[in-house]
C-alpha cells in the first residue's frame, strides 16, 4: 500500500501542469530598453516585464524574474532555470527546433542606423566592403549574412551593443530594432550625429510572426493558458496600455 501510494504521488506530481506552481519563473535580460532594464537600485522594468507580469497575473500565479544573458537563454530554459522566456525573442523555425512558442505579443520591423549622410541606402551594392554591426544569434545576424556577403559583419553580444561599437568607430553602419536604435540611440545625445538609413525592413516571418513567449517542448497545458492570457489582455485594454508607457506607435501583432 505505501508503495502505491508513494507510486501515485510521483505520477501526480509529474502531471501537475506548470501554470498551477505557486511561482512561475520568468527568464528576462534586463540590458535591452524599453522592452527589459535595471533600474540603478536594480528594479527590473520594461514592456517585457510588463507583459510577464500581466500575463501571470490572468493566469493567477505569481512571477519570480530570473535574469539570463541573451546567448544562454534557450538552454537555461531546456535546463529548467525557468518556465518560460520573455525576453523579446523572435518566432522562427530554427529556435521551434529547440522549443515553443506563444502566439506572439509584440512585432517590430528592423532599421539601418549609420553617421547621418555617410549612405543614401542600405543594399548589397551601397555596402559593399563596408562593415555592418549586428546582434548575435539573431534573425537580423541571419538575414544580414544570407544578404550582404560582400560585407564584414560585426557580430556584438547585445542589441545595445551595436549602437556602442558604431559610435565607437567600430563599423559603418548599424542594423537593429527600430524601437532600440530610436529609444535607446537616437534620441539620446550620443545619436545625434546618427540618422536612419533607407526604409524600415519587415524581415521575412517565414515559419513565424512577430516575437513570442517561449516555453520548453511540449507544455501545451502552459502554452494554452498563455496564449489565453495574452489574448484577455489584448481584448480588455490591459495590453495597449502597457505599450502606450513605451511606444508612440503601433507594436500590437497583425494577428
Known sequence: MRKFLSAAAVLLALSTPAFAQSTLRVG???NYPPFS???PDGKLSG????????VCAEMKAACTMV???????????NAKKFDMIVASMTITEERKKAVDFSNAYYDVPSRWVAKAGAFKEATPASLKGKKIIVLRNSPRAKYVQENF??????LVAKETEVYL???AGRGDIGFGSSVVSSEAFLKKPEGKAFAQVGDTVILDRTGGAGVGIALRKNEEELRGKINEALKTIRANGTYRKLADKYFDFNVEPQS
Open 165 to 167: 561599437e558604431l559610435v
Open 149 to 154: 556577403k560582400e560585407s564584414e559583419v560585426l
Open 28 to 30: 528576462v535580460e534586463g
Open 47 to 54: 514592456f517585457d516585464i510588463d507583459i510577464a507580469n500581466a
Open 37 to 39: 532594464m535595471i533600474s
Open 67 to 77: 535574469q539570463q544573458e541573451w546567448d544562454g537563454m534557450i538552454p537555461a530554459l
